[in-house]
């Protein structure tokens, strides 16, 4: 992967890369947490010395294992917050500690929200399928006028084919 990324961003295809690693999601967590965050910040250290680079994080993450997001985030041009969450202040009461913790590192941040049908893995607070894509858009033209232009760089939305579906 990093050869691939090196090769990309200097023949000029790419100017940086988009990193959506999730350790939080692999079988030893959180039993080996702090070994798995201490691998990542490394990795995106790596990374970071030879490409521009954006990453995805859960904002939970802030609590746990502050020192090490602070780093990562440092790395970072950008960061995607996936915050999952189907209404505006719920949006940025789970993104708040890492939307202060990218400000004070003059971090832009995207906002990460959910389009997949609920189920037992997606309650249905978290995502905008169910709510149609009138609620969403008026949902998130919310978050990005609470947000502000100097810190806020968009939306990221996960999952594009259920968006593309989505009822109006």
Not at 7 to 18: L, N, P, Q
Not at 19 to 45: C, H
Not at 75 to 81: G, I
Request: include cysteine; charged fraction near 25%; proline fraction near 5%.
């Amino acid at each position: 992967a990093m050869n691939w990324a090196f090769r990309a961003t200097t023949d000029a295809v790419f100017d940086g890369v988009h990193l959506d690693v999730e350790p939080w999601a692999l079988p030893r967590w959180p039993q080996d947490a702090g070994k798995l965050m201490a691998s990542y910040a490394s990795l995106i250290e790596e990374v970071a010395e030879v490409m521009q680079l954006a990453v995805d994080l859960v904002p939970w993450l802030v609590h746990d294992h502050r020192d090490i997001i602070g780093r990562v985030v440092r790395q970072c041009d950008s960061v995607t917050v996936l915050t999952y969450r189907n209404t505006a202040a719920d949006i940025l009461a789970a993104a708040r500690e890492m939307l202060q913790l990218c400000e004070s590192q003059e971090r832009r941040c995207r906002i990460g929200v959910e389009t997949q049908p609920p189920s037992s893995a997606i309650p249905s607070n978290t995502t905008f399928l169910g709510d149609g894509e009138a609620a969403m858009s008026r949902e998130l033209v919310e978050v990005a006028r609470r947000l502000g232009p100097r810190l806020f760089g968009g939306f990221a939305v996960h999952h594009l084919d259920s968006w593309r579906t989505m009822r109006p």
